[in-house]
T-cell receptor
Framework: NAGVTQTPKFQVLKTGQSMTLQCAQDMNHEYMSWYRQDPGMGLRLIHYSVGAGITDQGEVPNGYNVSRSTTEDFPLRLLSAAPSQTSVYFC?????????????FGPGTRLTVT | AQSVTQLGSHVSVSEGALVLLRCNYSSSVPPYLFWYVQYPNQGLQLLLKYTTGATLVKGINGFEAEFKKSETSFHLTKPSAHMSDAAEYFCAVSVNTGGFKTIFGAGTRLFVKA
């Protein structure tokens, strides 16, 4: 079991560029989510999905798109990168939809937008 | 809506001393509570969680936490700190009526002095 994997580990973008952060899990988890981590702010939820074809917005969705075509994959797209999107991004998954279950996190993608 | 407050963004202890990281939550319904640890340049991993039942919860690496409903607290403790405990610790809360989301605190960075 690889768990939750994310690519790339590091990325530098120029303002206005677009890119996709990849996330995959091999645990057959229904729930997947994207967070951004900024100093002193903990983790803030960007988007989440409760199954293939179903996504919803989290706390800070502006500037990001997601899709869930398969159970395994949950990519995060930055449409037009801005310096405010400089952050560390984590993908997570959870077995079942019960919120009492813990989440499993990927290793993160460190994104810098210049 | 539920929320989490972690008291102290930084905590410093000597090796062998007691570790106490504070977490208070707000919720109008019974909460599920979690502590996650993040080692440098890694994703978060679960330390322990409280769902129902025994209010003293034991986790990995000698950590434990006690759910105190009257104080709305879920403080994390370890009797004797080790250098390898240096990391960032996040308290998190979720509730059955909160959609599928988990709310994270801002995090507490633990420093361990030799």
């Amino acid at each position: 079991n690889a768990g939750v994997t994310q690519t790339p580990k590091f990325q530098v973008l120029k303002t206005g560029q677009s890119m996709t952060l990849q996330c995959a899990q091999d645990m057959n988890h229904e729930y997947m989510s994207w967070y951004r981590q900024d100093p002193g702010m903990g983790l803030r939820l960007i988007h989440y999905s409760v199954g293939a074809g179903i996504t919803d917005q989290g706390e800070v969705p502006n500037g990001y798109n997601v899709s869930r075509s398969t159970t395994e994959d949950f990519p995060l797209r930055l449409l037009s990168a801005a310096p405010s999107q400089t952050s560390v991004y984590f993908c997570a998954s959870r077995g079942g939809l019960a919120v009492k279950n813990e989440q499993y996190f990927g290793p993160g993608t460190r994104l810098t937008v210049t | 809506a539920q929320s989490v407050t972690q008291l102290g963004s930084h905590v410093s202890v000597s090796e062998g001393a007691l570790v106490l990281l504070r977490c208070n939550y707000s919720s109008s319904v019974p909460p599920y509570l979690f502590w996650y640890v993040q080692y440098p340049n890694q994703g978060l991993q679960l330390l322990l969680k409280y769902t129902t039942g025994a209010t003293l919860v034991k986790g990995i690496n000698g950590f434990e936490a006690e759910f105190k409903k009257s104080e709305t607290s879920f403080h994390l403790t370890k009797p004797s700190a080790h250098m390898s405990d240096a990391a960032e610790y996040f308290c998190a809360v979720s509730v059955n009526t909160g959609g599928f989301k988990t709310i994270f605190g801002a995090g507490t960075r633990l420093f361990v002095k030799a």
